[in-house]
C-alpha cells in the first residue's frame, strides 16, 4: 500500500555535501513520523534523524551539527541535508517512515531500498 523511494546519494569527497530525498507514494492514511537509518559494511542498521509530523528532530551524536532533517508534509517527502561529509559516514542510507495505513491499522513501519552515500578523495 505504500513505498519508499530515496534519492541523491553519490560519491563525494570529505567535506562535501549531499541532499537526500524520500518520497512515500500509494495508499496510506496517516504518517507518524520519518527519518533516515544508514548501514555500512559490517555495521549494524543505525538511526541518522527522524522527525515528526510537528517540529521535534532527533539525531544520531555522530551526525549533529552536521545534518538537517526536514519535511515537506505536502509532497510526503522527507530530505536530509549532509554538510562536513567525513569517511566513515559511507553507507547506504534507507529511508524509514512510520504509518498508519488507515484508520484501523496500530502502525506500519516501511522502508525504502536505499541510497549509497560513498565519501572519499
Known amino acids: 500500500q505504500v513505498q519508499l523511494v530515496e534519492s541523491g546519494g553519490g560519491l563525494v569527497q570529505p567535506g562535501g555535501s549531499l541532499r537526500l530525498s524520500c518520497v512515500a507514494s500509494g495508499s496510506f492514511y496517516r504518517i507518524n513520523a520519518m527519518g533516515w537509518y544508514r548501514q555500512a559494511p559490517g555495521k549494524q542498521r543505525e538511526l541518522v534523524a527522524t522527525?515528526?509530523?510537528?517540529?521535534?528532530?532527533n539525531y544520531a551524536d555522530f551526525v549533529k551539527g552536521r545534518f538537517i532533517i526536514s519535511k515537506d508534509n505536502a509532497k510526503n517527502t522527507v530530505y536530509l541535508q549532509m554538510n562536513s561529509l567525513k569517511p566513515e559516514d559511507t553507507a547506504v542510507y534507507y529511508c524509514?517512515?512510520?504509518?498508519?495505513?488507515?484508520?484501523?491499522?496500530?502502525?506500519?513501519?516501511?522502508w525504502g531500498n536505499g541510497t549509497l552515500v560513498t565519501v572519499s578523495s
Open positions: 522527525i515528526t509530523p510537528g517540529i521535534s528532530t
Open positions: 524509514n517512515v512510520k504509518l498508519l495505513l488507515s484508520i484501523w491499522d496500530y502502525g506500519t513501519d516501511a
